[in-house]
C-alpha cells in the first residue's frame, strides 16, 4: 500500500471548460483503470454494475478539483503525484458508509448478557480491549461504548478501551464529531438516549451529539484492511467486523478473517453481519450466536 503525500502536493490546474457544465459520460476505458486499482488498493469490488455509481461520486470530486472531464482526472490520478495526493480522496467517494445505532440488536445484547461476562469470569488483563473494525460514522462504536459503559456500571472494577477504524478520513471525521440528525438514534433505547445522547439547545437544527464521556471512551484511526500490518495494538477480546466482507472477493474474505481473528485474544468474540457466511472456510473459531464467534481458549 503506498502512502498518501501531504495536502501541500500542488492540485491539477482547472481545466478550460465551465466548473458548473455537465461532465460526458465516464469511458469505460477510465471506469476501468480505476476498478483496478480500487480493488488492488483496498480490496473493494468494482464490477461494471458501479460504473454509473462511481461516475455520480466522483463528480463532486472533479469539480473541486476544477477538472472538466473524467479522462483529465484519470490522467492526473496516474500521473506524477497524482496517485500519492488523491488516492485518500479517491477511496473517501468509494466507500460504501450505511451504519446504524444497535443495528442488530441481537448482537448487542448477547455481548451484554453473556459475551462480557464470560470474558470477566476468565479474567482480563488489564481493560477489555472492542475493536470495531469498518466503523463508517461511528454509530457501531458508539453503540459499543453504550453497552460496555452500561456493563461497567453494573460491574465494579470493569474498565474497557474501544478502537474504531475505517478506511475512509471523511467519515473518521464525522465519527469523532460525533454529531448526528435526531432520526438516526431512534434505534437507541429511551434510557440510553437520556444518559448518553445531547440534544442540540436549538431544536430546530434537529441535531443530537453523544456525550463527551463516551466519545471519549472510543479512538478512531485510519486503517485499510489491505494493508500487511494492522497497527490495533495489543490482542482484542471484542471484534465487530460487520456487513464489511460482502465488498471484497471471496478469497480476500477469508485472509481478512484469518487476520482478525490472529489479533483476538484466547476466548475472544468475533461478531459479523448477519448476511456474512464462512461456511467452509474452515476458520479456527466456534459459533456460539447469531453471526458470532469465539476464538479457542
Request: glycine share 8%.
Amino acid at each position: 500500500m503506498r502512502k498518501a503525500a501531504s495536502a501541500s502536493t500542488p492540485r491539477p490546474a482547472p481545466g478550460p471548460a465551465n466548473g458548473n457544465a455537465p461532465l460526458v459520460p465516464m469511458p469505460q476505458s477510465v471506469f476501468d483503470r480505476f476498478s483496478e486499482m480500487i480493488q488492488q488498493e483496498c480490496g473493494i469490488k468494482m464490477p461494471a454494475s458501479k460504473k454509473t455509481m462511481l461516475e455520480a461520486r466522483l463528480r463532486k470530486r472533479l469539480r473541486a478539483l476544477g477538472l472538466p472531464d473524467f479522462e483529465l482526472y484519470c490522467d492526473y490520478v496516474f500521473g506524477p503525484g497524482g496517485f500519492e495526493h488523491e488516492l485518500v480522496h479517491l477511496l473517501d467517494v468509494v466507500t460504501t458508509n450505511k451504519t446504524d445505532f444497535f443495528r442488530e440488536g441481537v448482537q448487542f445484547e448477547y455481548l451484554l448478557r453473556t459475551a462480557l461476562p464470560t470474558l470477566v469470569e476468565r479474567g482480563l488483563r488489564g481493560p477489555l480491549r472492542a475493536w470495531s473494525a469498518g466503523c463508517s460514522t461511528g454509530e457501531e462504536a458508539y453503540t459499543l461504548a453504550m453497552v460496555l459503559e452500561e456493563f461497567r456500571s453494573q460491574r465494579r472494577g470493569f474498565e474497557y478501551q474501544i478502537l474504531a477504524t475505517d478506511l475512509s478520513t471523511r467519515v473518521l471525521q464525522a465519527a469523532a464529531r460525533g454529531v448526528y440528525r435526531d432520526d438516526r438514534i431512534e434505534p437507541v433505547p429511551a434510557a440510553l438516549r437520556a444518559r448518553y445522547i445531547m440534544r442540540s439547545r436549538d431544536r430546530a437544527q434537529g441535531l443530537v451529539r453523544v456525550h463527551p464521556d463516551l466519545r471519549a471512551r472510543v479512538s478512531f484511526q485510519r486503517l485499510n484492511f489491505r494493508d500487511q500490518e494492522y497497527d490495533v495494538g495489543p490482542p482484542l477480546d471484542v471484534v465487530f467486523c460487520r456487513n464489511v466482507l460482502i465488498y471484497f472477493e471471496k478469497d480476500f474474505q477469508r485472509e481478512l478473517l484469518l487476520r482478525l481473528i490472529a489479533r483476538i485474544a484466547p476466548g475472544g468474540y468475533l461478531f459479523l453481519g448477519h448476511t456474512e457466511s464462512i461456511h467452509g472456510m474452515g476458520l479456527p473459531v466456534i459459533p456460539v450466536g447469531f453471526s458470532t464467534y469465539r476464538t479457542a481458549g
